[in-house]
């Protein structure tokens, strides 16, 4: 029996189009600035279907620069396109390198887009007794398929890929048979490809009218039957109808040869594409399918760090090593320091050096919880000791006091990596800090914001060395991993040594460009302090109201179900309201409350928040709707969630907080994530009446700085109208409802200021005349006119908008009133939509990061007046630009001038920086 025969065509750049824009949120970008993104996921995507589905033929279909019939008839196909992303063009000869690598043919057909190659190949095939499947994203296959023809649409976004055959595309698009595609195309028009269509059709109509009349020919000689408007449109835009049905029509007759041996699936090129990926540090995905260990090439010369200067390939090649380095093949000197003759070496060294590294082990990741089972200490590369320590509390306090001269010695410089979580594991254990610190993850996360920060991948990257993983040393992560305490010490101690030795040789490679970047003030003034300050709010926690949690979880049970009912009475039927398929259905299909439904990727209709808040005015069922998913989500994110959080032992929540996550200089706290706690709405404001003092003899303090981003702007900007309105007092939203309307300030009325506050805001994030409108729920021509208003009272932040982009195209980043460093890699992107985002980051990259940095200093300068006045009244929260004190209440008028004080003169601006405090028992009451 012969073997099937099967062929792959794959839509080259539907593909690398999709791959790119995946990662759009979160792009991949190596060691030497360059975006892999839509490489890595292009060939992630073609490794999946070499390997899952086996083909025996295949080819990878491009198109061309050359202009298509299409193009000639119809001068504006296509023409609205974006120019492709310069991302997407420097990535095209890698990918067509890899595809060379995997011995796939590259097919193109001057005058003829891919569909056409693809079209005309898989028609061809089919006459040769191949089943073929087309591998794209894009619908309009849906024509071609047939018996032995399908549309193969890859995986995506965890969702599995999906194979459509006639029943499929017959399902989808509600027809008979799948060249009804080009009709149902003809008759909606195409926005991506410029398809006019006709006016007024959409996907519901199109299907509607394919059902009655099957074709667009038979649609106009039956368009009598027609209605009002409807009628005149059909009548009025057949030839452009025929035209749009001709423009969606794959040609399936090109100059293309089908020659079966040029498709057979040949074998890889281990050499070439170990190179490639070696090339393109696709370390992981390297070792995936070639099987081996791919040797990387990083952006590293001579062992000199160059983060920002090009490096020519040459020089990589000449100074990358043959394979990573790794524990086997490296010299190391590291000393098990489980004796007293040991431990008097470690003492000696210790005492001598003026850097020392240090690295806890312990049993868990909550330093709240953790127990420590060893310290690594090391002073030279190469170097290091362990010193393990007992499981008994007690005899640990007696052993890591030995230590405590070396941590207490402020002539001392302490290195480690995460910094905050061996501070506080050791303070646990009374150990007391007046050495400097230095961070390596905090180091790297200034010098290269957005790029990863984990010791293995600084090293890596960096040192071309290959830590020990710590899945062989506790085995990998579910229930049979073990403990660092269920481990022989012994076996922990080169583990331990290495950490603390690449941590060292990281910090001698980081502390010159935190100089050479100006960068020293951020870390050592604001980053570094800042370490225990959050280790010291982490460890202190906060009082949670567990038995009003649990009142407030049975009301909002009870609102949920009365929700649910009336959802239920709506709908006239009983359905799974938490189920988007489910839910769609009944909106769209039963209740028919749009005609123009969108629908998600895999052809579900959306019910996303943003989809459902545009329909709120065409049915009352979608607020209900709205209103019964916020309170889901309140009751099981916050109000049942919270409780679990709670340390059994000390009986309060500790949030962890995290300086090195988002780029714009902001901290990030996670379980649980009090940046995101609902205070918008009167139930999500709720959630903060459960977080109270810690007995009868404290208060909540809450200090919020007001409009601090608007100030910020005014300040750098240098806007004299709005510097002038901050100076005297005025509200700031009335002054400019005041400027942009024209009117007294005493005649503003209530929906003027409003308008002005979405505007002053919006501003700050680029928005537009649509995004305004949008918001504010008015034509896109008066959106438009409040801006232009809006620009001319405040020229000074049009010119600083201007100038923050062309800043940003000329260093390629952009700074914020402390130097921190935003990095835009996109600023000069000929992609006018990619350029666009990192246009708007020009814009409020500085303005956020200065907020950020000057609570961070509010924070800094209140925690060293706390400490030196021995205040029993503790900082326990920081969100957003609000902080949250737990105060005795006897230090009330002690505390609040000092909270106002360091919060108002953190940074001197020419505008005043004000903050507004309140007191109460809980969190809602006090801010």
Known sequence: MSEKKTLYLLDAFALIYRAYFAFSQNQIINSKGQNTSAILGFTNTLWDVLQNNNPTHIAVVFDTDKPTSRHIEYKEYKAQREAMPDDIRSAIPYIKEIIEGFDIPILFSDGFEADDVI???????????????????????????????????????????EIWGIKEVCEKFEITEPLQVIDYLGMCGDA??????????????????????????????????????????????????????????????????????????????????????????????????LGEEVVVQ??????????????????????????????????????????????????????EANTICFDTETTGLNPQEAELVGIAFSTKKGEGFYVPISADFETAKKEVAIFKPFFADAKKQLVAQNLKYDLAILKRYDVQ?????????IAHYLIQPDMKHGMDFLAQTYLHYDPVSIETIIGKKGKNQKSMRDIDPSAIADYACEDADITLQLKALFEPQIKKLNLSKLFYDIEIPLVEVLADMENEGINLDIAALKIFSEELKDDLARLEQSIFDMSGEQFNVDSPKQLGEVLFEKMAITEKAKKTKTGQYSTSEDT???????????????????????????????????????HRLHTNYMQTVAATGRLSSTNPNLQNIPIRTEK??????????????????????????????????????????????????????????????????????SKAKMVNFGIIYGISAFGLSQRLNISRGEAAEIIESYFNKYPSIKAYMDNAIETAREKGYVETIMERRRYLTDINAKNAVVRGFAERNAINAPIQ?????????????????????????????????????????????????IVKKEMENAVKLNVPLTVEMNNSINWLEAH
């Open 684 to 753: 999500g404001r709720e959630i903060r009446k459960a977080f109270i003092p810690r007995n009868d003899d404290y208060t909540l303090l809450a200090a919020d700085y007001s409009q601090i981003e608007l100030r910020i702007i005014a300040a750098l900007s240098k806007d004299e109208s709005m510097i002038q309105a901050f100076q005297s007092g005025d509200d700031i939203h009335a002054a400019t409802a005041s400027k942009v309307f024209e009117v007294d300030i005493k005649d503003v009325t209530r929906e003027m200021r």
């Open 433 to 441: 800090f007046k050495g400097s610190f230095f961070d390596t993850m």
């Open 849 to 897: 990061g200065s907020a950020a940095d000057i609570i961070k200093i509010a924070m800094i300068n209140i925690h060293k007046a706390f400490n030196a006045n021995n205040f029993k009244s503790k900082l326990l929260l920081q969100v957003h630009d609000e902080l949250v004190f737990d105060v005795l209440k006897e230090e009330l008028e002690t505390i609040k001038p």
């Open 192 to 289: 991506v490809d410029n398809i006019p269509g006709i006016p007024g059709v959409g996907d519901k109509t199109a299907k509607k009218f394919l059902k009655q009349y099957g074709s667009i020919e038979n649609l106009h000689a039956h368009s009598h039957e027609l209605k009002g408007k409807m009628r005149e449109k059909v009548e009025g835009s057949i030839e452009q109808a025929l035209l749009s049905k001709k423009l969606a029509t794959i040609i399936v007759d090109a100059p293309v040869e089908f020659d079966e041996s040029k498709l057979i699936r040949g074998a890889m090129d281990k050499e070439k594409l170990g190179e490639i990926f070696s090339e393109l540090e696709f370390r992981t995905l390297g070792k995936r399918i």
């Open 612 to 650: 459902l808040s545009k329909l709120a005015d065409k049915h009352e069922i979608v607020g209900v709707i709205l209103e019964y998913r916020s309170l889901k989500k309140l009751k099981s994110t916050y109000v049942d969630a919270l409780p679990e959080l709670v340390n059994p032992h000390t």
């Open 119 to 161: 079209g005309t190949l898989a028609k061809k095939a089919e006459k040769e007794g191949y089943t073929t499947y087309m591998m794209t994203p894009d619908k309009d296959f849906g024509q071609l398929v047939s018996e032995n023809i399908f549309m193969y649409k890859p995986a995506r976004m965890g969702n599995k890929a």
């Open 298 to 351: 990083r952006a590293t010369t001579d062992g000199q760090m160059d983060l920002f200067g090009s490096v020519t390939q040459e020089e990589i090649e000449l100074n990358a090593p043959s394979e990573y380095a790794t524990i086997e093949s490296t010299d190391h000197a590291y000393i098990f320091a489980d004796n007293e003759s040991k431990m008097q070496t470690l003492l000696e060294v210790l005492s």
